[in-house]
């Protein structure tokens, strides 16, 4: 994954900060495979649920749903909800 770039926007007289993150494919190549291995680890002692780009748990945070305190469930309902279930992994 790559680092996240900030930005300072200018539109008129006002600024506005922007954060960007690239999701490479390869990533998403790597969530696919780990989404056909039923979201267990390679070394098959630990299911994953989700990887979520540090980007989208801030969009979670700025709507009110905590990644690190949130239920498992509601961070699946999220993702469903906002067409993110790509970064699901089970």
Same mark, same amino acid.
Request: aromatic share 6%.
């Given at each position: ?12 007289d006002q600024?506005?900060?922007? %954060?960007?993150?690239?999701? &490479? ?11 056909? *291995? ?7 002692? *630990? *299911?994953?649920?989700?990887?979520? &780009? #540090? ?6 945070? %700025?709507?009110?749903?905590? #990644? ?15 067409? *993110?279930? %790509?970064?699901?992994?089970?």
């Amino acid at each position: 994954m790559k680092d996240i770039k900030h930005n300072i926007v200018q539109d008129g007289d006002q600024l506005f900060a922007t %954060r960007q993150q690239e999701i &490479p494919d390869s990533f998403l190549r790597e969530l696919d495979a780990q989404k056909q *291995m039923g979201g267990w680890t390679q070394s098959k002692d *630990m *299911m994953k649920l989700a990887s979520i &780009p #540090v980007v989208i748990c801030d969009q979670m945070l %700025r709507e009110g749903l905590d #990644v690190y305190k949130a239920p498992a469930k509601d961070i699946v309902r999220w993702l469903k909800q906002h067409d *993110m279930e %790509r970064f699901l992994t089970h």
